[in-house]
């Protein structure tokens, strides 16, 4: 009765990849506004999962078109997708609207006051401030975000009936083109997403179109501490405002804010200065910004194993592994700080390598786990190229204590083997290598 339901429903909106962090966030956007949804995804997750539970029908297995209801009125796909993907080709063919993940953003940023956070790192964080400020201040947004929080019930979504739609602005494929910002947020530029441009300089020239699609009456909210924003930014003059960890305000969310590191006291100044620009009472703007505890695999505690610590962090970037690095020897000055990284993307590797040699100074130890492919993301010379063994060896020239584990089994019995007490052990990368906390079983002891 389900299935009949969403496949005859003329309000269908079907998502290909309805598993992916954004395209969940928009298919529950689509649910809150009463609407049906069916999706299909690969592989079942908590994502799916949660989805079901909210009412959607999704199909997990390969793609096929007949997962494409006969009444859907819209299909809408992730960006990681090739126009090739069967449920894809029998929209088009069927002659619906389908539309990118992106492109399905875009049309709905004209709808809204839509403040959004872009940036090479930090943006699921700053995203999370930004949304909590407007929360804790009465303005009721409508949020998509590209982690999970505890604040909307673990979720990547939050229903707001205001005007105001927080969104991360993802600059990879260029899908940050698509929105409407009225106040944009930007964190950094850094050399990231190499499968999409060509070098920095590319970058540099798509942020700046990026940002000349700020409102006329809005504001671009900038982080004055990156050189090469600061060089792009400051072309549009009285729209922008600054921040920096040289703003007396610093020191002050340094003693108040729950969650570590440099990166992190400057993800919250460009929330205050957000909070600010709104009209917000300061009060009301620290007490979101402390009451903030974090997001989903960003530095997440995640339990004592064999009396180590065991931490889940996303980050995959260099920039991103020495911000986390640091900022757990800054928590825990006098622990072992043990690194257990899964690389993502070969071709990241290869373009950032020496980067990534010189990423792991901080750390005591390193395990190295085999690179995470990403479907249709990755490039033949690249994988020929770099190797989490060949990074293992250089890091051994390096003088670092480095061992490379060629699988998540292996990994969890090293781990058992050689951690003591005290450790801290930072379990990293966009992958699947979350899931080895999960084969860790730690306890649920909090620190």
């Known amino acids: 009765m389900v299935y009949n339901r969403y496949m005859d429903s003329p309000q269908n909106t079907h998502f290909v990849g309805i598993g992916g962090i954004g395209v969940s966030a928009l298919a529950k956007y689509h649910l809150s506004k009463g609407k049906m949804v069916?999706?299909?995804?690969?592989?079942?997750?908590?994502?799916?999962?949660?989805?079901?539970?909210?009412?959607?029908?999704?199909?997990?297995?390969?793609?096929?078109?007949?997962?494409?209801?006969?009444?859907?009125?819209?299909?809408?796909?992730?960006?990681?997708?090739?126009?090739?993907n069967p449920e894809v080709k029998e929209a088009m063919s069927r002659g619906l609207n389908t539309q990118s993940y992106a492109q399905a953003l875009g049309e709905l940023t004209k709808d809204y006051k839509t403040i959004t956070i872009s940036g090479?790192?930090?943006?699921?964080?700053?995203?999370?401030?930004?949304?909590?400020?407007?929360?804790?201040?009465?303005?009721?947004?409508?949020?998509?975000?590209?982690?999970?929080?505890?604040?909307?019930?673990?979720?990547?979504?939050?229903?707001?009936?205001?005007?105001?739609?927080?969104?991360?602005?993802?600059?990879?494929?260029?899908?940050?083109?698509?929105?409407?910002p009225t106040v944009a947020i930007v964190t950094n530029i850094d050399t990231e997403h190499l499968d999409t441009y060509k070098n920095i300089a590319e970058i540099e020239k798509t942020f700046t179109e990026y940002l000349g699609r700020v409102a006329d009456r809005g504001a671009i909210i900038a982080n004055f501490d990156d050189e090469r924003l600061r060089n792009i930014a400051q072309k549009f003059g009285e729209k922008v405002i600054w921040y920096s960890l040289q703003d007396k305000e610093a020191g002050f969310l340094r003693k108040i804010l729950r969650v570590h590191g440099e990166h992190n006291v400057s993800n919250a100044l460009a929330a205050l200065k957000l909070g600010r620009y709104l009209g917000m009472h300061e009060p009301v703007i620290l007490q979101a910004l402390e009451k903030f505890t974090g997001t989903w695999r960003r530095f997440e505690f995640k339990g004592v194993h064999n009396g180590?610590?065991?931490?889940?962090?996303?980050?995959?970037?260099?920039r991103e592994?020495?911000?986390?690095?640091?900022?757990?020897?800054?928590?825990?000055?006098?622990?072992?700080?043990?690194?257990?990284?899964?690389?993502?993307?070969?071709?990241?590797?290869?373009?950032?390598?020496?980067?990534?040699?010189?990423?792991?100074?901080?750390?005591?130890?390193?395990?190295?786990?085999?690179?995470?492919?990403?479907a249709g993301r990755e490039i033949n010379e690249a994988r020929k190229k770099v190797s989490s063994l060949k990074l293992s060896k250089a890091l051994d020239k390096r003088g670092k204590n480095v061992s490379y584990l060629n699988s998540f089994s292996k990994a969890k019995d090293f781990i058992a083997t050689h951690s003591k007490p005290g450790d801290v052990i930072m379990i990293m990368g966009a992958g699947d290598i979350y899931k080895l906390a999960e084969r860790l079983d730690p306890s649920s002891l909090e620190i």
Not at 47 to 71: D, M, Q, R, S, Y
Not at 332 to 342: D, H
Request: with cysteine; aromatic share 12%; proline share 5%.
């Open 38 to 84: 069916s999706g299909s995804d690969i592989s079942p997750s908590s994502l799916t999962k949660e989805l079901e539970n909210l009412g959607a029908k999704v199909f997990i297995g390969k793609h096929k078109k007949t997962n494409v209801p006969v009444k859907a009125s819209k299909v809408i796909y992730t960006s990681a997708l090739s126009l090739e």
């Open 120 to 180: 090479a790192h930090g943006k699921s964080t700053t995203t999370a401030l930004s949304a909590l400020v407007l929360e804790q201040g009465g303005f009721d947004p409508t949020v998509i975000v590209g982690t999970k929080l505890k604040e909307f019930g673990n979720s990547n979504f939050r229903a707001g009936q205001s005007p105001y739609l927080v969104l991360e602005a993802d600059e990879w494929n260029k899908s940050f083109l698509n929105y409407h």
């Open 308 to 318: 180590a610590f065991i931490f889940n962090d996303y980050g995959h970037h260099p």
């Open 321 to 374: 592994i020495q911000a986390t690095l640091a900022a757990a020897r800054s928590r825990f000055p006098f622990r072992r700080i043990w690194c257990v990284y899964q690389p993502h993307q070969h071709q990241r590797l290869a373009y950032l390598w020496d980067d990534f040699v010189g990423a792991f100074d901080a750390a005591d130890r390193i395990s190295l786990l085999p690179v995470y492919d990403v």
